[in-house]
């Protein structure tokens, strides 16, 4: 990712933000995209397991899934103020101590991050340019699973891509939002020897888990 795309990511996702999502979160718990995964993944088991949760915002994920029995999480973020919020999220549930907080792309973090038997990625495909190159290093470091929502690959996604891109541009921010091929994400991961377990559509995402 470039460097003016991950000050786009910062900008974009900044304290206002994450504080409304962290305080939407604990009213409503996660998404409906977000849950679906989740039902998925404890579907594999995961008591013990370790995660890594690449992009996870305030960190539902690592949330629910160490609330269920998980072990122990990484949760790596190129926005600063959603890694306050999911800390303090952590915190107040108790299981801080389990947590690792990593601030940075993942591709640049990527050596020094260790692997672990879930690595997950809700909704953050989406913001990478190079969509190979991010799922291959999520592989990599995936002893199980990897599990992903990213959006469909069909007319509709494409237009709203367009318009919210244009929107971006006019507010002259350099984060920009990516519909990649459905072919090609799942490719990338049948190649490194993942084969998909789960899928469930909706209207503009899909919910998908890879396993060993």
């Known amino acids: 990712m470039t460097c003016a795309h991950c000050a786009g990511i910062e900008n974009e996702f900044d304290e206002r933000v994450a504080r409304q999502e962290l305080a939407k979160f604990r009213r409503r ?5 977000t849950r679906r995964l989740l039902d998925a993944v404890r579907a594999l088991g995961i008591s013990g397991a370790t995660v890594l949760d690449v992009g996870g915002g305030v960190g539902a994920i690592h949330h629910e ?3 269920a029995g ?3 999480a990484v949760h790596v973020d190129a926005s600063s103020a959603y890694l306050r919020a999911a800390r303090e999220e952590a915190e107040r549930r108790g299981h801080a101590q389990q947590v690792t907080f990593e601030h940075g792309d993942f591709l640049d973090v990527a050596a020094r991050t260790p692997v672990a038997d879930l690595v997950t990625l809700d909704r953050v495909v989406c913001c990478y340019p190079n969509a190979a190159e991010l799922l291959t290093a999520s592989a990599a470091h ?3 699973a990897v599990a992903l929502v990213y959006p469909r690959d069909w ?3 494409r237009v709203v891509n367009v318009f919210v891109n244009q929107f971006l541009r006019l507010k002259r921010s350099p984060f920009r939002t990516f519909i990649h091929p459905t072919g090609v994400v ?3 991961l049948e190649q490194a020897g993942l084969n998909r377990r789960f899928r469930r559509m909706g209207l503009m995402w899909q919910v998908v888990v890879f396993a060993r």
Do not use: I, K
């Not at 718990?29 to 995209?33: F, L, S, V, W």
């Open 65 to 67: 899934l160490l609330d």
């Open 29 to 33: 718990g996660p998404r409906g995209t």
């Open 70 to 72: 998980a072990a122990a």
């Open 142 to 144: 995936a002893r199980r």
């Open 155 to 157: 007319l509709l996604m």
């Open 186 to 188: 799942e490719g990338v």
